[in-house]
């Protein structure tokens, strides 16, 4: 009889509920939703036809938030999920809590700088820009800080920026939805709030909040790995990033380019610029992947044919239906072969620390397949 045998390394946990970081997000966030709350549950309860609809609408907005983030935004591997549930609930409750009461202040301020015709145009544009995305980045910073297995390369920043902007993005829009009722003298609530949802989503989202905050979250990613860069420069290319971030928010909210066409055109501008900010993280992490991955096969911690496959998920799932019956067992071998590769990607890092790693993944392999009995013809 074969016997298996399936080697796991405990992974270490990618939270840690000891940080002043993580009770900060939950803190934070817990104000962030008593605030929303505040302001919004009378008119849930007024109005429930467009509070399910706007409930309805979250729930797709959060499941097609989590496709694109997990499936395409991450070279590789998808995200841990504890950083994911974290990024998007600081994206809908604390950022969007925080922004709630920032805008507040700040509105007033240029009401009485500007005057309220100019205040009426330039006040979003000028104050947005600021509040929100301070509030935003500060969320993938606090993830940073709650564990340094969440936060280890340009790509996790840009992820994870895109996630609390998904967030920020959904819950703005069961707002706005909300907030539609009002604009629309009460007449027709529901039909208020699925015409302000649907130019919302459908009109502006693919340039909206996330686009943003992922450009400013690649900045984060960027400066708080250990990239080899010098200091100076991890700060400016973070710099960069965030004040990119705040461009794209500006001209998402200021009164240029008005009607149709720019309604369209600008959210579309800032997509392009998400996708050439992407493009280029994803050539900087698949290049230290490829790195990682010849120094690991030269120490003969992989095979050549399962490097090949372990960057691509496609790859991953055709090697592991060659193995059969012993499919199970390849497949966690695989899963640690990626934790090896996973823990070389920061730069800078010792490749002796990655020796544990390793030693798991020589034990696995030797404990695959424990005994082979002879074959009966």
């Known amino acids: 009889m074969?016997?298996?045998a399936h080697t796991v390394m405990p992974r270490p946990a990618n939270i840690s509920a000891r940080t002043v970081a993580f009770w900060m997000?939950?803190?934070?966030?817990?104000?962030?939703?008593?605030?929303?709350?505040?302001d919004f549950l009378p008119v849930v309860i007024a109005f429930p036809g467009s509070a399910a609809l706007g409930v309805l609408v979250t729930?797709?907005?959060?499941?097609?938030?989590?496709?694109i983030a997990r499936r395409?935004?991450?070279?590789?591997?998808?995200?841990?999920?504890?950083?994911?549930?974290?990024?998007?609930?600081?994206?809908a409750f604390g950022a969007c809590g925080l922004a709630?009461?920032?805008?507040?202040?700040?509105?007033?301020?240029?009401?009485?700088?500007?005057?309220p015709n100019a205040a009426g145009d330039w006040a979003a544009a000028l104050t947005a820009p600021i509040n929100e995305e301070a509030a935003k980045a500060a969320g993938v910073v606090l993830l940073a800080c709650v564990s340094t297995r969440l936060v280890r390369s340009t790509a996790d920043g840009f992820v994870y920026g895109a996630l609390v902007g998904f967030g920020f993005q959904i819950m703005e829009n069961f707002t706005y939805g909300l907030n539609g009722i009002g604009l629309a003298g009460g007449v027709d609530p529901v039909g208020a709030t699925g015409q302000v949802l649907w130019v919302r989503i459908l009109l502006t989202g693919i340039g909206s909040h996330w686009t943003m905050s992922a450009v400013a979250g690649a900045?984060?990613?960027y400066l708080v790995s250990a990239s080899g860069r010098s200091t100076a420069r991890r700060i400016g290319v973070a710099a960069g990033c965030f004040a990119l971030a705040m461009g794209m928010h500006w001209l998402f909210n200021s009164p240029l380019f008005g009607g149709i066409a720019g309604t369209i055109g600008k959210p579309l501008a800032n997509f392009a610029i998400m996708v050439v900010v992407y493009l280029v993280v994803r050539r900087g992490f698949r290049a230290r992947w490829a790195a990682v991955t010849a120094e690991e096969v030269q120490?003969?911690?992989?095979?050549?044919?399962?490097?090949?496959s372990l960057s691509?998920?496609?790859a991953r799932r055709r090697f592991l239906r060659s193995f059969g019956a012993v499919r199970v067992a390849q497949q966690r071998l695989q899963q640690l072969e990626l934790d090896l590769l996973e823990e070389r990607i920061p730069e800078g890092i010792d490749p002796a620390a990655a020796q544990p790693w390793r030693d798991a993944v020589a034990a696995a392999r030797q404990g695959t397949l424990l005994d082979r009995p002879p074959q009966v013809l």
């Open 312 to 314: 691509k998920r496609r």
């Open 25 to 38: 997000l939950i803190i934070v966030s817990a104000f962030g939703l008593w605030t929303l709350q505040s």
């Open 72 to 91: 395409f935004l991450r070279p590789v591997q998808a995200p841990a999920w504890s950083g994911t549930w974290l990024a998007l609930m600081w994206g």
């Open 100 to 115: 709630l009461v920032m805008n507040g202040i700040l509105l007033s301020a240029w009401s009485r700088a500007l005057g």
């Open 299 to 308: 120490y003969g911690s992989l095979a050549p044919v399962e490097a090949e």
């Open 59 to 67: 729930g797709f907005g959060i499941v097609v938030a989590l496709w």
């Open 2 to 4: 074969t016997t298996y």
């Open 219 to 221: 900045g984060i990613g």
